[in-house]
C-alpha cells in the first residue's frame, strides 16, 4: 500500500525561526494535505495542494506540490509559540470507485522555545 | 462552510460495556465520512469509511463496527468494549467537491 515519509519526527526551535518539513512518497498523488493538530484535539486544514508545482502560502505558511507528484513540504516563517503543535501531510488519491482515503505521514512535532 | 460535529468529547467506559460515537456533517451533503483512531498523540489509523448511507467499509480487523443511518450522519459503535479500544477517535468528511477532508473535534475513549 501508499506509504508516506514525513520528515523530521520532531523538531525544537527557538521563537523567531524558520521551519521546514516534508513527505515523500514513491506513490504520486492528485492531492497534498497539510494539517496541524493542537493537543487533544482533532487536525485542522492548513493548506490543500491540487496541481504538480503548485505553491501556496496561508499567513507565515507556504506549502508546495511536488513537480513529480510524489512530495510536499510545509515551511513555516518566524515561528511563534502558538505554532507548537503536529503537523500532518496527507496525500489523496483517486482510485476507480470514488473513495478519496487519505494516506497520512506519522507527523512532525514541533515545539517553539520562547 | 462545512463542519464536523463529534460526541461525546470525552467517554469512560468499563470493559465489556458498549459504546456509541456520533458524528454529523454540516454545509455539505453525500460526504465520504471516515472514522479514525489515534493513539499516543501520534499516526492516524483509519478504521471505516462510508461513501453513502448504508454503505460502510472496514480498513482494519477490530471489535468495532461503523453505521451511516443518514447522509450526513455516521456512527461509531461497539458491543463489548476492550481495554485496547481506548484512544482518541475522530471522524472526518470530505467537502462538496470531494478533493479536501476536515476533521471533527475528536473524542477520547478509556476503556477501564
Known amino acids: 500500500g501508499q506509504q508516506l515519509n514525513q520528515s523530521p519526527q520532531s523538531m525544537f526551535i527557538q521563537e523567531g525561526e524558520d521551519v521546514s518539513m516534508n513527505c515523500t512518497s514513491s506513490s504520486i498523488f492528485n492531492t497534498w494535505l497539510w494539517y496541524k493538530q493542537d493537543p487533544g484535539e482533532g487536525p485542522v486544514l492548513l493548506i490543500a495542494?491540487?496541481?504538480?508545482?503548485e505553491l501556496t502560502s496561508n499567513g507565515r505558511l507556504t506549502a508546495q506540490f511536488g513537480i513529480t507528484r510524489k512530495d510536499s513540504f510545509l515551511n513555516i516563517s518566524a515561528s511563534i509559540p502558538s505554532d507548537v503543535g503536529i503537523y500532518f501531510c496527507?496525500?489523496?488519491?483517486?482510485?476507480?470507485?470514488?473513495?478519496?482515503?487519505?494516506?497520512f505521514g506519522k507527523g512532525t512535532k514541533l515545539t517553539v522555545n520562547p | 462552510s462545512q463542519t464536523i460535529h463529534q460526541w461525546p468529547a470525552t467517554l469512560v467506559q468499563p470493559v465489556g460495556s458498549p459504546l456509541s460515537l456520533e458524528c454529523t456533517v454540516e454545509g455539505t451533503s453525500n460526504p465520504n465520512l471516515y472514522w479514525y483512531r489515534q493513539a499516543a498523540g501520534r499516526g492516524l489509523q483509519l478504521l471505516f469509511y462510508?461513501?453513502?448511507?448504508?454503505?460502510i467499509s472496514s480498513e482494519v480487523p477490530q471489535n468495532l463496527s461503523a453505521s451511516r443511518p443518514q447522509d450526513r450522519q455516521f456512527i461509531l459503535s461497539s458491543k463489548k468494549l476492550l481495554l485496547s479500544d481506548s484512544g482518541f477517535y475522530l471522524c472526518?468528511?470530505?467537502?462538496?467537491?470531494?478533493?479536501?477532508?476536515?476533521f471533527g473535534e475528536g473524542s477520547w475513549l478509556t476503556v477501564v
Open positions: 496527507a496525500g489523496q488519491l483517486l482510485p476507480q470507485g470514488g473513495s478519496e482515503k487519505l494516506v
Open positions: 462510508s461513501v453513502g448511507i448504508g454503505q
Open positions: 472526518a468528511g470530505t467537502n462538496l467537491f470531494g478533493n479536501t477532508i476536515y
Open positions: 495542494l491540487y496541481k504538480a508545482g
